[in-house]
């Protein structure tokens, strides 16, 4: 896990960078700030290397000449066009009852928001102390917007991993409506080749492989999906269309898009 970076900043946003500093420290990652004269593309471009950024709009991962930070407000119009019954996720995780439910792959949360704006009481779980940093500086500034405020108040952030989340709040007897479950790094079907527009990987997600070396293609959710069973009545896993099912488990019922399905697990006799 990477827990060292250089963060970059420019001096008007010093005492911002400061305070990003601390929480970052106190949550493993030592970070080294560097007062630059303009956080620009050209000096991104000439500085490759991952690193950290701060300006007017928060904090950012960079690398490669790119910035990425999970992107809340750029999902507005999604939210502003979705509803239970055009969105297949609202209905495999069965989102008119409002349920309570567990994110336990957190990535950018943009699924997390959506389920939130159509009602849902979101656990977001993410166990990297940078990605839970991005996020947690996104939440905030999503609550401070009037189009998001509603959703993002429905979403609580918890730094953990998910596995041991999990096994916790079965420990604790505790119950969730739903457990979903979107693995960063999903195992395809070996026989089938990967549609032309999915080839190349968003820029996002390049820079969150680059973050999340030491999971690579194993980091798969497998060890996820019996724990999730334990807590949640529904556990919804998200698969790339034509993706083996995860830990070899088949599903109950499925939901199907061009691109993606939705895989469902009922547990009939959890008691909530």
């Known amino acids: 896990m990477v827990s060292a970076l250089r963060l970059y900043t420019e001096q008007a946003f010093l005492e911002k960078a400061q305070q990003y500093s601390a929480v970052l420290s106190s949550r493993g990652v030592d970070v080294e700030i560097e007062v630059i004269e303009k956080l620009a593309a050209r000096f991104l471009r000439l500085n490759p290397e991952l690193a950290l950024c701060v300006d007017q709009e928060g904090l950012w991962l960079s690398a490669n000449g790119m910035k990425m930070q999970p992107d809340w407000q750029g999902e507005t119009g999604r939210l502003k066009r979705a509803s239970l019954k055009s969105e297949m996720i609202a209905r495999a995780c069965n989102l008119s009852e409002k349920p309570r439910l567990i994110d336990a ?3 950018l949360g943009h699924d997390s928001l959506l389920m939130a704006h159509l009602g849902a009481h979101v656990t977001l779980v993410e166990r990297h102390p940078i990605l839970f940093s991005l996020l947690e500086d996104t939440q905030q500034r999503a609550l401070n917007d009037k189009i998001l405020h509603a959703a993002a108040s429905r979403i609580q952030l918890v730094f953990s991993d998910s596995a041991d989340y999990l096994s916790q709040q079965a420990e604790l007897g505790n119950t969730f409506d739903v457990v979903y ?3 960063m790094f999903p195992q395809r079907d070996q026989n089938q080749q ?3 527009k999915q080839a190349q990987v968003k820029k996002q997600m390049q820079l969150l492989h680059l973050l999340l070396p030491e999971d690579g293609e194993m980091d798969l959710g497998d060890n996820l999906l019996p724990l999730a069973q334990k807590i949640a009545k529904r556990v919804i ?3 790339p269309r034509l993706a083996v099912f995860l830990a070899g488990q ?4 499925q939901w199907l898009g061009d691109a993606c399905r939705f895989d469902a697990y009922f547990q009939h006799d959890l008691k909530m």
């Open 194 to 196: 990967a549609p032309k």
């Open 105 to 107: 792959t957190a990535g």
């Open 181 to 183: 479950l979107d693995p």
């Open 250 to 253: 088949s599903t109950d019922q």
């Open 237 to 239: 896993v998200k698969r």
